[in-house]
């Protein structure tokens, strides 16, 4: 074997599984990628990048008072939920926080809200 026949066939050994798990990224369960707001999306990304949570953070879709809303889970009892409008617009933290209430804007999201679709859940392992 050639020296550089020899070169592709470590880099491909060394790289290949590096892209691979660069290019896995968690499932965009219920839409497609294209229906997801891009600030959602950029949202997606930065989770992607942290250290995984648990339990791991999952967004979901609701109809809320007529609108769609993302919420997005909380990984800890003291760690607020997000919930925001469609157009990214952060309207309260459902729950979480010291009292597990939230903030107190919204105390009637989890009374009120129908329609739920997971949108993405974290799947690293």
């Given at each position: 074997?050639?020296?550089?026949?020899?070169?592709?066939?470590?880099?491909?050994?060394?790289?290949?599984?590096?892209?691979?798990?660069a290019?896995?990224?968690?499932?965009?369960?219920?839409?497609?990628?294209?229906?997801?707001?891009?600030?959602?999306?950029?949202?997606?990304?930065?989770f992607?990048?942290?250290?995984?949570?648990?339990?791991?953070?999952?967004?979901?879709?609701?109809?809320?008072?007529?609108?769609?809303?993302?919420?997005?889970?909380?990984?800890?009892?003291?760690?607020?939920?997000?919930?925001?409008?469609?157009?990214?617009?952060?309207?309260?933290?459902?729950?979480?926080?010291?009292?597990?209430?939230?903030?107190?804007?919204?105390?009637?999201?989890?009374?009120?809200?129908?329609?739920?679709?997971?949108?993405?859940?974290?799947?690293?392992?």
């Amino acid at each position: 074997m050639d020296n550089s026949s020899y070169k592709m066939k470590i880099a491909t050994a060394i790289f290949l599984p590096l892209l691979i798990s660069a290019c896995a990224s968690s499932p965009l369960l219920d839409k497609n990628e294209d229906e997801i707001p891009n600030w959602l999306g950029e949202k997606i990304e930065i989770f992607q990048r942290v250290p995984l949570k648990n339990p791991p953070v999952e967004i979901t879709q609701w109809t809320f008072n007529g609108n769609r809303v993302y919420y997005i889970s909380t990984y800890c009892c003291d760690i607020f939920s997000e919930l925001y409008s469609d157009g990214g617009d952060l309207l309260c933290h459902p729950d979480g926080g010291i009292t597990g209430k939230g903030d107190g804007r919204c105390t009637e999201f989890f009374d009120e809200r129908a329609d739920m679709r997971l949108i993405w859940q974290d799947s690293r392992k």
